[in-house]
């Protein structure tokens, strides 16, 4: 059974860093591709980040040059170090695992609340 469970969500004035945690389990971690989505209320859930099987990154435009998503395939980890935070980014943020040759996202975390006070 595949388990997602994020961390390192929290309130955080604007300009802050915060630095969110995957923990993945119950997968062949190196055989996914890791994404971080976000939901603000009353908007659409959109991707901001993914991380391929080889490493390869890409970020949505509005997170570019503040956002870095990375891997810990030792510890089945995901993270996502945000800087530069704006009122904007807050969200909840998830994290999903999407197996190599899969055409969507199957596995999701519950999700962590971030919130950017201006």
């Known amino acids: 059974q595949v388990q997602l469970v994020e961390s390192g969500g929290g309130l955080v004035q604007a300009v802050g860093s915060l630095r969110l945690s995957c923990a993945a389990s119950?997968?062949?971690?190196?055989?996914?591709?890791m994404g971080w989505f976000r939901q603000a209320p009353g908007k659409e859930r959109e991707s901001v980040a993914r991380?391929?099987?080889?490493?390869?990154?890409y970020y949505a435009d509005s997170v570019e040059g503040r956002l870095t998503i990375s891997r810990d395939s030792a510890k089945t980890t995901v993270y996502l170090q945000m800087n530069s935070l704006k009122s904007e980014d807050t969200a909840v943020y998830c994290c999903?695992?999407?197996?190599?040759?899969?055409?969507?996202?199957?596995?999701w975390g519950q999700g962590t609340q971030v919130t950017v006070s201006s």
């Open positions: 119950g997968l062949t971690f190196s055989t996914y591709t």
């Open positions: 991380i391929t099987t080889a490493g390869r990154t």
């Open positions: 999903a695992a999407r197996e190599v040759g899969g055409n969507s996202y199957n596995n």
